[in-house]
């Protein structure tokens, strides 16, 4: 069973910076894509980006331009660049990855807390 390990949030002023870390335990090529969730408290798991096996990367729109999702399949690592923080991206952040189009997100990491003072 592949274990997906978050790491790299706190708290950071608004307008500052953080880099989110999820390590697979296996080959992230086995996936066919991974992505960053959020959830604040009281609401909803909220997609935030996601890439392909191939490298195709999609946002919410409430953070393009602000925040870069990438891969290093050499340290099975998927990354989570944020900046230009606000308080609203404060949230945990979840790392989740999917075998198939066809599937849901059915791998997840344990979250990371982000929070962001105004």
């Known amino acids: 069973q592949v274990q997906l390990v978050e790491s790299g949030g706190g708290l950071v002023q608004a307008g500052g910076s953080l880099r989110l870390s999820c390590a697979s335990s296996?080959?992230?090529?086995?996936?066919?894509?991974m992505g960053w969730f959020r959830q604040a408290p009281g609401k909803q798991r909220d997609l935030v980006a996601t890439i392909t096996s191939s490298g195709n990367a999609n946002y919410a729109d409430s953070v393009k331009g602000r925040f870069t999702i990438s891969r290093d399949n050499t340290k099975n690592t998927v990354y989570l660049q944020m900046n230009s923080l606000k308080p609203e991206d404060t949230a945990v952040y979840y790392c989740g990855a999917r075998t198939s189009s066809y599937r849901p997100y059915d791998y997840w990491g344990q979250g990371t807390q982000v929070t962001v003072s105004s």
């Open positions: 296996g080959s992230i090529f086995s996936f066919y894509a």
